[in-house]
């Protein structure tokens, strides 16, 4: 009887400490999942050498063969957005062509390709002019819910937000309280000294700089069956204009998403991306 007593009692803690370590390994790997997902990625960028810590953007104005390479890795980024009806507004530039090579454009990629000002085909993405276009695109969202900024929700705005994301909040109305807000700067003092005036398309007058919710295919929008299953469509884009970078300056630009529920750390790569740019 004693012996029953006593194995009853080992199986018992031996439950109990399964429990606790399957709840600890829960933890981790929940913690670990969110670390690996919600990534912005910033494009044009090198596929055979990328790295996170250094990605250098660096071409001459006045030297085509430099910034060529920079537009063809551009082109075939936005080759899955090609379609002759865009969605309105456009989630990209529609074509890959400029209307030198493609005159007979479909009215509505016509249309969404003037959306998308400099940044297009048209002008060369900015690069001959040495205002550069980069895209900005949210990735890894099948395990994020996103619980975006908004003036609906009695909740306090972080002082460090943007003065044009904050006007957006005021003034875009409730018709833009969905969407997962972008921002581009300088990352330390001497690069937002250097940085220059930046332009976000589509521009603010059509919607807020960010990504629509209702366009991204994240948990909350997809059956749990699906979310291992790779996106059947390419996410929205931002597309971010420097205007005036200083030449021959190494300038150091962090872009970041802003949600309530992401954690903003410099170092880490949730939610944040990180390019160097030099224009000779």
Known sequence: MGLEKRTVKIVVVVVVILIILGGLLGLVLGL????????????????????????????????????????QRINSFLSAYETTVPEDP???????????EHQNRSPNCDIAMRTWGHCTADFLYGYPEGKPCVFLRLSHLHYWTPHPYNVSMNLPIPPELPDHIKKGLVHQMAQYHDYIWVSCDGEFMADQENIGPIEYIPPI????????????????????????????????????????????????????????????????????????????
């Open 32 to 71: 670990l999942l969110y670390q690996r997902y919600v990534e912005l990625e910033v494009w044009p960028r090198s596929a055979d050498d990328y790295r996170w810590e250094q990605p250098l953007i660096q071409f001459r104005p006045a030297d085509p063969g430099s910034w060529h390479p920079w537009i």
């Open 90 to 100: 456009a989630r990209a530039p529609c074509t890959i062509h400029s209307r030198h």
């Open 205 to 280: 007058e059509v919607a807020p700089p960010g990504f629509p919710t209702n366009r991204l295919h994240t948990a909350d929008r997809l059956p749990y069956a699906n979310r291992n299953m790779p996106d059947t469509d390419p996410g929205p884009l931002v597309a971010v204009q420097f205007l005036n970078p200083r030449r021959g300056v190494l300038i150091n630009v962090e872009c970041r998403i802003w949600t309530r529920d992401i954690y903003y750390d410099h170092t880490g790569y949730t939610g944040r991306a990180r390019f160097e740019l030099f224009v000779e």
